[in-house]
């Protein structure tokens, strides 16, 4: 059975990330890949800084948005120590620069706009995602 609650917030949040999308597209012409948009907070700047750090402040907003309206924040378990979750990032890091997106741009944006290459891609994130969780939970 589905906790309704859960259920809810997965679809509000999906519905609000599609509609950031939707702004974004609509409003400046560029897609809201998470990975690009953080990766061009860095030098060498362009006329768009200021747009970046809201996009990645609202990122960060969003869960100060949930602890002010219900008073906590979800549980966060790691179940991991510091080296493989430092690993874990650079390998995130590592597919986002290679796939050129990550699943935001690919999996949220290119899908949208029936790109085939966003499919591959989110098709490969997907996979990946699936094979590393069944290694870690039944052969680690």
Known sequence: MINQYTFFTALLGGALIGLAAVMMMGLTGRI???????????????????????????????ALAVR???????????????????????LVGFGAVWGNGCTSGHG????????????????????TAVATTFLVRHVM
């Open 108 to 127: 949220v944006c290119g899908i949208a706009s029936l790109s085939p290459r966003s499919i591959l891609a989110t098709l490969v994130f997907m996979a």
């Open 32 to 62: 809201a890949g998470v990975s690009g948009i953080a990766a061009r907070l860095l030098p060498p700047w362009d006329g768009a800084l200021a747009g970046r750090l809201a996009f990645v402040a609202g990122l960060v907003a969003a």
């Open 68 to 90: 002010i309206a219900t008073g906590s924040l979800p549980p966060l378990v790691l179940q991991v120590g510091p080296t493989a979750l430092a690993a874990a990032g650079l």
